[in-house]
């Protein structure tokens, strides 16, 4: 019975992720438990963490308040960050990018995703400009 639920709850979280990426464990929690009201915030972080460590799942950058978050686009790519409502954006920056900030760096070799921040599309149609 209770490996039951477990299943039923890593399959609903892996669902959730898949349809909300960049999301963190407490909003997977809150969209969640409307369906399954006996959820705990605990049950969804260890799911999430054996997902990250079985590979499934990957860590997206952080929210401004240094929220951890989640990536369910396992394919290596880059974020950009909005600085005013913490939209995350997945952006594959062109070799020719990278190669020039290296320049800069003087020879130093990137080799890890990369997050560009700003102010997303929404937000400055709002005004909502920092
Ligand atoms: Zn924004
Ligand atoms: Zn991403």
Known sequence: MLKTRQT???????????NYNHSSNHQALEYLQSFYPNLTATTVHRITERMVKNKVLGLAPLTINQIKRFDSNLVYHDHFHCRNCDLLRDINLPDHIVREIETLLNGCRLNGS?????????????????
């Open 8 to 18: 039923k709850y890593t399959k609903a979280v892996q669902d959730y992720f898949k």
């Open 114 to 130: 990369l997050t560009i921040s700003g102010v997303c599309q929404k937000c400055i149609k709002n005004k909502e400009v920092l």
